[in-house]
């Protein structure tokens, strides 16, 4: 009550002097009385109620701002090979990509989610890198009811799926793992790519309408049953992947070649992806995810060689557009969410720190030991042509 009046002090204060003043004396001390905390209530709710039941504002992918943006207008971060992780889960497998797992990147901010997707001789679509012996994740149909209770519990979140269809899966395959997941409800049908990027709907209009899950697959043949089953060189061209040095980040279209060039492509209406994460030679043969660079590689610098900040600001002054997709490694790195969110110009909200527990250097010995190399002796070729 420091330096408030006492109630005694208003009364003295206000005594009126004529009926006329009484009546506004009156009214104001009233008003001062609602104004003054009153000492025999922990915590007086003395303002008008629909000032404290107005709707908070709906805050669509971390941020207000990004809610009545296309969807075409904001820049996705990706986590590249997302179901493979480098943590206690896999006895910290070197070949992870991630140090979380795809969840707890959502949770982050990462809202592309990437995945190889291969098929066990019993017909299960299952993510594996590169060959299942080398690092299996677990059945599509877990990982993706993971990610549909995850967005159960984040109904203004709109999430975007990139799965690589290694062994040649149809369309239904991938539709019934979808379906046994209850996510293909959330399935999003883009308008066609010729419309334009102006045609994509706003986040806020995906949200309410259900559909916030956009799901492309490399390669798979379009089907009217399953039309949220996107085919992605359709829709996405994506810069070069098999990067071995930090210098070797460009802009130019590398997939699908039949696009033409990136300004091609952009006219055309597709979308974007700058793939940004790099690989490093362990031995003249073997080659693995750069993690002991990716510090550099993911940072948010636009003037350091390698950096993702300067990578995006380059291919945005090539193009004319910013890129709609990123895709990087160890996306906690950098971090590269800043990239992200200094293209789409916001002050995130709502974001979960990932556990602590994780470490690099621990992990990086591990990629030394006898048994790696081993590994990725047996199967660099393949780890080469990984996407
Ligand atoms: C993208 O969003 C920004 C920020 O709201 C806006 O200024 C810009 O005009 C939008 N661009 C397009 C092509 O809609
Ligand atoms: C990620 O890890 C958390 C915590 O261990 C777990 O609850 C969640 O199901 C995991 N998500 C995925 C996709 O594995
Ligand atoms: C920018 O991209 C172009 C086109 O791919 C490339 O030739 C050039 O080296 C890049 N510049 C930087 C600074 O990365
Ligand atoms: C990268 O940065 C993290 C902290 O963000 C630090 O713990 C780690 O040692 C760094 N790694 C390298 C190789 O510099």
Request: one cysteine or more; proline letters at 6%.
């Amino acid at each position: 009550m420091l330096g408030l009046p006492s109630y005694h002090s208003l009364l003295t204060y206000f005594r009126p002097s004529s009926m006329t003043m009484m009546t506004a004396s009156l009214r104001n001390f009233l008003f001062l009385l609602l104004a003054l905390p009153n000492p025999g209530a922990a915590s007086p709710n003395l303002l008008p109620r629909q000032t404290i039941t107005n709707a908070a504002p709906q805050i669509c992918n971390n941020s207000p701002d990004l809610c009545s943006r296309t969807y075409t207008n904001i820049t996705h971060l990706g986590a590249h090979n997302s179901a493979f992780v480098r943590d206690a889960s896999t006895g910290n497998s070197i070949a992870g990509n991630q140090f979380y797992n795809a969840t707890v990147a959502l949770s982050a901010g990462v809202r592309l989610l990437q995945a190889q997707v291969h098929r066990l001789d019993d017909g299960t679509l299952e993510l594996c890198h590169t060959l299942c012996s080398l690092m299996d994740a677990g059945p599509l149909d877990k990982w993706l009811e993971k990610i549909r209770y995850w967005m159960d519990q984040h109904p203004d979140d709109v999430v975007t799926l990139l799965l690589v269809n290694s062994d040649d899966a149809s369309v239904e395959e991938f539709g019934a793992a979808f379906e046994k997941a209850g996510i293909a409800k959330y399935g999003f049908v883009p308008p066609s790519p010729s419309e334009g990027y102006a045609a994509w709907p706003t986040l806020a209009g995906m949200i309410a309408a259900g559909t916030r899950l956009v799901t492309y697959i490399a390669s798979i043949t379009a089907s009217s049953q399953y039309p949220y089953l996107l085919p992605e060189f359709d829709y996405v061209f994506e810069t070069p992947y098999n990067i071995l040095s930090l210098d070797g980040f460009g802009c130019d279209l590398d997939r699908p070649s039949s696009a033409g060039t990136a300004t091609n492509a952009i006219s055309k209406g597709m979308l974007p992806l700058l793939n940004h994460f790099a690989y490093t030679s362990l031995t003249s043969d073997i080659q693995i995810p750069d993690a002991s660079d990716v510090n550099t590689t993911n940072s948010p610098s636009t003037t350091t060689t390698g950096a993702l900040g300067l990578h995006v600001n380059n291919c945005t002054g090539l193009w004319g557009v910013k890129p709609v997709y990123l895709l990087v490694d160890f996306y906690n790195r950098g971090p590269s969410i800043d990239t992200a969110d200094r293209l789409n110009g916001i002050q995130p909200v709502g974001r979960e720190k990932e556990p602590s527990g994780s470490s690099a250097t621990a992990l990086w010995t591990r990629f030394l030991s006898a048994q790696g190399l081993v590994v990725f002796s047996v199967f660099w070729g393949l780890v080469l042509s990984d996407i």
